[in-house]
Structure formats: C-alpha cells, structure tokens
C-alpha cells in the first residue's frame, strides 16, 4: 500500500484517467449526435494525456527511490 500522500495521489490520478478514457470509449459508442462525439472526443483526449503525464510522474517518482510500493507491488 502507499503510504507517501503524493504517491497516492499520482495512483488516484492514474485511475481517474483511466476511467475517463473508458467513459469516453463507452460514451462514443452509445452518441446520438455529433455534439457527443465531440464532447467525448475531447474526454479521450484529455484521458490519455492526463494519463501519460501521471504515468511519467510516478516513473520519476520510481527513479529516484521515492515511490513506496506495496510489499505484493500492486500499486
């Protein structure tokens, strides 16, 4: 488990980003018009830029021995 409020939040970020893209992916399929498509290609997106911006955050966290992982390493 983590314990470092910043590794926390980084995980949480992480998650939030990918449940927008699954959202976004789930929105888009069920549209009924070009205004969702937009709105939902905008939430896509911002999801994996969010999410690749996050994940390179923990990496640099990794890097330097500061992000504390979970003795099974689940997170």
């Given at each position: 488990?983590?314990?470092k409020k910043c590794d926390i939040n980084?995980?949480?970020t992480i998650k939030l980003a990918q449940q927008m893209i699954l959202l976004a992916q789930?929105?888009?399929?069920?549209?009924?018009?070009?205004?969702?498509?937009?709105?939902?290609g905008i939430l896509l997106d911002s999801g994996y830029k969010i999410?690749?911006?996050?994940?390179?955050?923990?990496?640099?966290?990794?890097?330097?021995?500061?992000?504390?992982?979970s003795i099974?390493?689940?997170?």
């Amino acid at each position: 488990m983590l314990k470092k409020k910043c590794d926390i939040n980084i995980a949480r970020t992480i998650k939030l980003a990918q449940q927008m893209i699954l959202l976004a992916q789930d929105g888009d399929e069920n549209r009924e018009d070009l205004g969702c498509g937009v709105l939902y290609g905008i939430l896509l997106d911002s999801g994996y830029k969010i999410l690749g911006i996050a994940q390179k955050e923990k990496q640099n966290h990794m890097n330097k021995g500061q992000w504390q992982e979970s003795i099974k390493g689940k997170n």
